[in-house]
């Protein structure tokens, strides 16, 4: 898919909507519809002749990168010229715009869109070979690393999240795709727990991603210990598993996390599984839509999600087991790493 196909498309929703143009500043917005990415700041007009306003460090940047016309940012007074005098009045903006920039452009008539938002949702099979990528590469390192070997030496968590970091880097990638989540012992009951300056206990949850070309991975394996640990191993990959089976294309994004949810709590852990069973992602580790209970988005083919379910027992331990699922028709994980490692 071409940039101008994705172009195209937004232009549609917003004219159903009664918009005139869309003002951008989102840098990983910016990059899908021009495959030009920021340095510092730039704003895309999203009309019949899409433009970017690029900041004066970046003009080479975009020369040799943006697929649209482009100009020098000068003001916000120049932009603000441009669209009144092409009579642009009814101006489509993103949900995360800063208030300082709203305030710049309040004399038109505002109103959130989630045209991009949505046309990110499917992906095209470029971003999905580079999706593919990113995992790979992901999967091969966590593989190198040898978590039970550092345990066993004494590792610290911060350590191994570092040098995670640095052998995906080896291996190919730009960088992580989130800050690496290296947990032990009763922190990984932690679902967002900040590595430590802490010897590795056990279990030891890592959750980790890197970027190829922009584009994210994300996957969790749990390394496991004791009888305990895998009893309660085994139900979350349970819950993996079937929700996995359960994506295919027309069912909606609330229907797999009840299946994940429901499975969990058959066994008595339904109040331990405290977060979403997954999300969408590409340029961003976190895209629409969530696989979450008030979620009704239906999936179709070309949309990429996590299956992420969890036990958390608090002052105890954790385990989550994540996977990428690509929607072919039915969900198809992305890799081969193996769920319990």
Known sequence: MSEDFHIKNILKRLEEKELDAMLVANFNNIYYLSNYMSTSFAYLIIKENPIIFVSGMDLEHAKNDSTIDFVKFESFDNIIKCLKDEGISKLAIEADLTANVYEKFKDFDLKISDAIDVERMIKSDDEISKMKKAADIAHKSLLELDVRDKQEKGFQEWDCAYRLGYIMRENGANTESFDTIFASGATSSLPHSVPRH???ETPV??????KFEGYCSDTTRTFLYSERQEEI????LEAHD????AVKEGIKAC??????????SEYGYGDNFIHTTGHSLGLDIHERPTVALRDKTVLENNMVVTVEPGIYLEGEFGVRIEDMVL???????????????
Do not use: M, Q
């Open 198 to 200: 802490h010897v590795l």
């Open 205 to 210: 949850l890592v959750d980790y991603g890197c």
């Open 233 to 236: 191993s085994n139900i979350v």
């Open 242 to 245: 079937k929700a996995i089976k």
């Open 255 to 264: 229907e797999v996390d009840k299946v994940a949810r429901d499975i969990i």
């Open 327 to 341: 929607l072919d028709k039915k969900g198809k994980v992305i890799g081969n790493l193996p769920p319990v490692l």
